[in-house]
């Protein structure tokens, strides 16, 4: 007998978990005609310029926690290389005084796998500098949200081991396809950039759940990765003054499922089972369906020189999102105290974000809805089970965070092209945080993960 | 007889003497020379061609080199017109081209090279020190860092030393006059 009210076997309920299961993650690759085209175009101006500057990075980073689950993707007690490692090669064309190629490949852990690494173009695009104050770039480029958006992946340039999760998750995607424009003031306080930008990326969010649901369609435990495609745009206003560097920006984004999939929801809300033979006789299920997840994001950021050669750094993080209920709307950001001792640059960070407090409530709620057996055979018995672990897969796909870390570590200037760091971060875990694999039938919350890392950041 | 007259940069006061006759170039002494198409420049604009934020000096599309690290003027430069070390300037362009806005000056082999290429390339500045100064080149700034006596070796030389060192004092021909403030003459 199949409940009745369910919505375990609707395919667009399904979807909407899925969607909702979205996590945050790198972008994917360029589409196969974007890259030729992209490969082919920058090679054959390459040909003709007359100066191309090559140059490379990498960094070979290890990472161990004291817990037996997966945090952040890769780190467990087991320790790994891929959370932060990474080697990449750029080349920058100059085609004529004015019109240049910037093309930027890495090798990375996937961003469709986990297990697996390949090499992907993370950027390939024109620019245009029609004068010293005007940047016009067309093609695949980061999105300037962060501090250290663009050089994220280039560690020589900062001197956190890690950069914070808490902030540096905040947009679906780190880089675009697409059009920017730049233009730049020096007024007496310093150097003001303003960029305005417009594009798409395909990509992959990664979908992890924790539960096996016997329900048809069957949802399978573990992870996952889902197309998706985000549209970007937004503002960044840019201060460089002496040595401090100041950024705000804005950026709207609609995240869509791929186009093969019908649809989702935008809310989750109890419904009466309708059983008699369950005690508690209530599941959340989906409702209101909704295509995509609109959001928009808002960011602060600030490195400022202090006296005695401290630095102190800090950014904030706001992703509202505005059709939907979901664990992804976040207040996030971190504050750091640096300190320059010639070549150490020793460091405290503390970071933290979290969801709104009405969907870490629907999370708690649904975590633990658990409805129990009154009356029914075996097969009854497995379709109130279903239910039960219908609601956890729903809690997973919310996408909570409830997290914050604080964390010690220095970097050592080998050279000024050469780092060496190392970083003690524990973290901890309210409610439930999305970063973290909860491990199969379980829960993660208020828990600490200590994480140790070490690596060595080059460029050449 | 040959009349003589001292000059001085507009912008300053007596305290450097600097005499017009033929003598060994100083150690010390740098210069900043560019292709005959590109103007005079200050040292802010120097600073902002070598650091990317400038592209075109009065219209003209201008191309920086320098040498190795370790080699010719290098490390004077970067002091007395980037106000940089060699490690934050490495660590600055290494920034600034890992967020997508360029690549840093080519680096030649001595300052040879860079005269070579200056001389052969319009829009192209680079720095040299003063004793791979060849006449008639175009000198687009200069600084003095050798002590506070100077001999160069042409009028010239002693023009734009005057024209871009504040405080300097030289002496030359009447017929090398041009644009400059006389401050004395006999």
Known sequence: MEPKGIAMNNPIAWTLMELLAIRLTKQKTLGKSLVMAAVFGLSAMATEA???SLSGFGTLGYAQSNQSYNFERFIDNNGTFARDSIAGVQAD?????????????????????????????????????????????????????????????????????????????????????????????????????????????????RIYQRDNVPLP???????????????????????????????????????????????????????????????????????????????????????????????????????????????????????SLLKDIDAWTPYVSYAVIKSRADALSLYQAMNGNANGLIDGGPAVAAAVAGINASQRVL?????????????????????????????????????????????????????????????????? | MKTTIKVVSTIQIVSLAVSLWFSPAHAGEIVVIGNSNVPKMDAVTIQKVYTGKVISVSGVSVTPVGVKPGTGARNIFLQEFLKQDEEKYTAYWTVRRYIGKGAPPA??????????????????????????????????????????????????????????????????????????????FR
């Open chain 2, 107 to 184: 680096e030649l082999a001595s300052d040879a090279e860079v005269v070579n290429y200056v001389q052969s390339t319009p829009g192209a500045v680079g720095y040299i020190d003063e004793a791979a100064l060849k006449p008639g080149m175009n000198v687009i700034a200069r600084k003095h860092t050798g002590g506070p006596q100077s001999a160069l070796d042409s009028i010239e030389n002693v023009i734009d030393y005057a024209q871009f060192t504040p405080g300097t004092v030289g002496r030359i021909d009447i017929a090398g006059l041009s644009g400059l403030s006389v401050i004395a």
């Open chain 1, 217 to 335: 369609p069957p949802a399978q435990p573990g992870v996952s990765f889902k197309d998706i495609s985000v549209d970007s745009r937004g503002l960044a206003l840019t201060l460089l003054r002496d040595e401090d560097k100041y950024r705000a920006s804005m950026h709207t984004q609609t995240t869509s499922i791929s186009p093969a999939s019908p649809g989702a929801y935008s809310q989750l809300s109890a419904a009466q089972l309708g059983l008699p033979f369950v005690a508690a006789g209530a599941a959340y299920m989906p409702q209101t369906s909704v295509t995509n997840v609109n959001s928009v994001v808002y960011t602060l950021s600030a490195e400022i020189k202090l006296p005695q050669d401290f630095r102190a750094i800090g950014e904030y993080g706001r992703r509202k999102i505005t059709n939907a209920l979901t664990g992804i709307d976040t207040n996030g950001g971190y504050f």
């Open chain 1, 93 to 205: 064309i100059k085609i004529t005084d004015e019109i240049g190629a910037t093309v930027q490949g890495k090798f990375a852990p996937s961003i469709d796998n986990d297990n697996s690494w390949n090499g992907t173009l993370s950027w390939a695009f024109l620019s245009w500098r029609p004068s010293n104050d005007w940047l016009v770039r067309a093609g695949k480029q980061r999105l300037p949200v962060y501090l250290y958006s663009e050089s994220t992946d280039v560690g020589v340039t900062y001197d956190f081991a890690h950069l914070p999760a808490e902030m540096y998750s905040i947009s679906p995607s780190t880089d675009y396809v697409g059009i920017s424009v730049a233009k730049t003031w020096n007024p007496d306080l310093g150097e003001l950039t303003l960029d305005g930008y417009a594009g798409n990326i395909g990509t992959s969010w």
């Open chain 1, 395 to 460: 809690a997973d796909g919310l996408l909570v965070y409830d997290q914050n870390t604080i964390a010690l570590g220095t970097s050592y200037r080998l050279s000024p092209t050469q780092k060496i760091k190392m970083e003690w971060a524990r973290t901890h875990v309210g409610v439930a945080s999305s970063f973290v694999d909860a491990p199969s039938f379980g829960n993660v919350s208020n828990q600490n993960i200590d994480v140790l890392s070490f690596s060595y950041n080059v460029v050449f």
């Open chain 1, 50 to 52: 007359a100066e191309v």
